[in-house]
């Protein structure tokens, strides 16, 4: 008997496809998450569900071919089947992962002339007077009558202030000179939400620039795009790297970034089929489709030159030191990265953030596997440290006093971290007056240092591209230098 394969419309996820329409919206709890959805010019908030149904209903979407599963792989593969398969784009064939996101990009030669850039990006809004105490200030302690982070469970950095100990492997690199903190840091202009500071942050320019700041870097640094200009793991690149200028990929690992089939033949028959549809479309999709293939390639080439972990270093059993390891994978393989941007999240800490004797908790959790990944990442990369920068960031910092559920609201004035072979380490630098309330601004540590004014340094005498600093920067003038880099 012949079996009619079934075609159906798809529906589920059919919102994801169209990003001009509809943005997520995220909430403190988790079943309040939205989708934000543009209908006719005015903003409606829909659930996943209801979104899906409002795009299914107003846009043209493929059609989904059942696949014969057979032993020795897939039958029917056909262009409708692919099309389905990659619903959001080609990067919906890709292995996924659970890791944080990163991305790559390359110098046009494949030189490695400038720094690596590694920017981590703490989501949730990172207390910095948790991972930094202020021990001689009696306002923090009355403050946080039971979070404060006690002088004897700090690591000194100077007289002001104590690294938390749950941090200790940051010990060796502040003593080497490879490790600066910048104290009072933030955007001037904090709303307190994730979804808009985060935005904000990443494009570090005012709201009508739509792309983001290191995406605007490599676009002025060099006119060439290369295969691994801009690479990010998740459904969506990170906005930081958003520009016109190139393109930019979802990637998982070394490991999986491939075609995901049932078995190898079925790969070649899929590639085969994306290379005649896309192809014969010709234009901007054919060029796109091209890219995607170059960007696999390049990957296997990558993968195949066999780059590990060095001997003896050992990262954090989380998603964040297996992106820490892959970053460094790609970093020692010589195929001139330049920009690796990844996320830590989990710093939403609004109850139970926890003691820091208390090596379980919360923040003390939480902040030992960052502390450990770079730790980390600075054993395995050896020589290449010397000319690698990280610089961590987050949308805002958390009140100053504690809440009634041991945890922090949302705040403002907040803590970066600068690490590398080629910055001036061993310092703190900005400034955070006393806690008391007469010098916090609506309860929050007061912004001393614009965050763009530590990227401008670091674009500067790292990345070799302070001429463009206009432009990756627009609307911000840079003031009297930290001297961090």
Partial sequence: MTQTRRKTRFTRG?????????????????????????????????????????????????????????????????????LAGAAAGIGGLLA????PRYSFAATGDGTTARDLLVCVFMRGGFDGLSAVAPVGDSAYYAARPTIAVRPEQTIALDDTWGLNA???????????????????????????????????????????????WLGRHLQTSSAQTGTLRGVTVGSASVLSLATTAMDTLAMSSLDSFDLRTHTPAARGRVRAVLDEMYGAAGGAVAEQADTTFEAIDHVRSVREMGVSTAPGVTYPDSAWGRGLAEVAKVAKAGVGVEVACLDIDDWDMHARLGQAVNSGDWFSSRSRDLAQGLASFREDLGERWATTTVVTMSEFG??????????????????MFVLGGGINGGRVYGSVPSLRASNLVLGDVPVSVDYRQALAEIVTARLGNGANLAEIFPGFTPGDPLGIA
């Fill in 96 to 99: 996924g992962s659970l890791m």
């Fill in 166 to 212: 749950n941090m200790a492997a940051l010990r060796p690199l502040w003593d080497a000179g490879d490790f600066a903190v910048v104290q009072g840091s933030g955007s001037p202009e904090i709303s307190r939400s994730h979804f808009d500071d985060q935005a904000a942050v990443e494009r570090a320019a005012p709201a009508n620039v739509r792309s983001g």
């Fill in 398 to 415: 958390r009140r100053v006093a504690e809440n009634g559920s041991g945890g922090l609201d949302h705040g403002q004035g907040n803590t």
């Fill in 14 to 82: 059919a919102a994801l496809l169209r990003e001009d329409v509809v943005t997520p919206l995220h909430h403190h709890d988790d079943a309040r998450d939205t989708l934000v959805v543009d209908v006719d010019g005015e903003r409606r908030a829909m659930s996943p569900c209801e979104a899906d149904g409002f795009v299914t209903d107003n846009f043209s979407l493929p059609e989904l071919t059942d696949v014969e599963h057979v032993d020795g792989g897939p039958r029917h593969i056909s262009r409708r089947h692919v």
